[in-house]
């Protein structure tokens, strides 16, 4: 076999891009007659211009990421804008993640994804970050810049704490205290951005979901000072933020937190518990 041959046939199998079509393999009875496009679109697609915010687990490997892009794939056919992400190491940390962590990769996904015509729903993001620049900047690796920039340049700053807070370890837990005491400013400054961008997308859209895929990755880490861990003050004491986004979410989670005796049973019903 030449090694031509073995580059080609490595590149059709990369697992790190979405399966064609054809090579799709129908697992729903062994997972449990679960369908995502049913279990999952469906809610989004009927929710009567109400957001959804829905919780997608499975066990590692188990193909979690290719039935999302399928419902990424599905949603967009029923005319919805639809920003999926999978959290990397250019968002944040795996083995170390917090709520702050998660809600700059929101913000700054959603920002790159989605371009407006006119930069005035990005003034709230702009005005957020300045009006705290000179708190994060003595922080920061490199500095926050807004001289001579367009908004939606000003808005990339966000980039530059999601970079530091995976780079920096000595400093992390120092911005995420200063992002968590602003925590409610950036989610009104976000959702008005949202509500403007909705507003602004293309008549056949109906509406926005986003899709944050890969923090069932997450490394459960305890936190000695108050017994809880990082799942429980993720997805269970910052639920309501979680929730907050004024738009469909779908969040993948750790198939232990699913089945986590700390799990209030109503938070799990109202976001809408799926795994396979």
């Known amino acids: 076999m ?32 679960l369908n995502v496009l049913r279990e999952l679109g469906r809610k989004i697609i009927r929710s009567n211009n109400k957001s959804t915010c829905q919780l997608y687990t499975g066990h590692r490997g188990v193909g979690k990421s290719t039935e999302l892009l399928r419902l990424k794939e599905d949603l967009e056919e029923n005319n919805f804008f639809v920003v999926y992400f999978a959290a990397n190491d250019e968002d944040i940390d795996l083995e170390d993640t917090e709520y702050a962590d998660i809600l700059l990769a929101c913000t700054k996904h959603l920002v790159q994804a989605i371009k407006l015509k006119d930069e005035n729903p990005l003034k709230g993001l702009s005005k957020w970050l300045q009006e705290r620049m000179q708190s994060f900047t003595d922080l920061l690796l490199t500095q926050l810049t807004f001289d001579g920039l367009s908004l939606a340049a000003q808005v990339s700053q966000f980039a530059k704490i999601t970079a530091t807070l995976k780079a920096q370890p000595d400093n992390r837990r120092q911005i995420r205290d200063r992002i968590n005491a602003n925590v409610p400013s950036l989610l009104v400054a976000l959702n008005q951005f949202i509500d403007v961008a909705k507003k602004s997308l293309p008549n056949n ?24 861990n990082n799942y429980d003050e993720i997805f269970i004491k910052r639920h309501e933020q979680m929730r907050g986004l004024h738009c469909h979410v779908i969040y993948t ?24």
């Open 2 to 33: 030449t090694q031509d041959l073995l580059t080609e046939i490595y590149n059709v199998f990369n697992p790190f891009d979405p399966p064609p079509k054809e090579a799709y393999v129908n697992c729903e009875e062994v997972r449990g007659n």
């Open 205 to 228: 859209y109906q509406d926005l979901v986003l899709i944050v895929d890969n923090l069932d990755r997450i490394v459960e880490r305890q936190n000695a000072a108050n017994q809880l």
């Open 253 to 276: 989670v750790p198939i232990a937190m699913v089945y986590s005796e700390r799990r209030p049973l109503t938070y799990f019903s109202t976001f809408g518990r799926h795994s396979y």
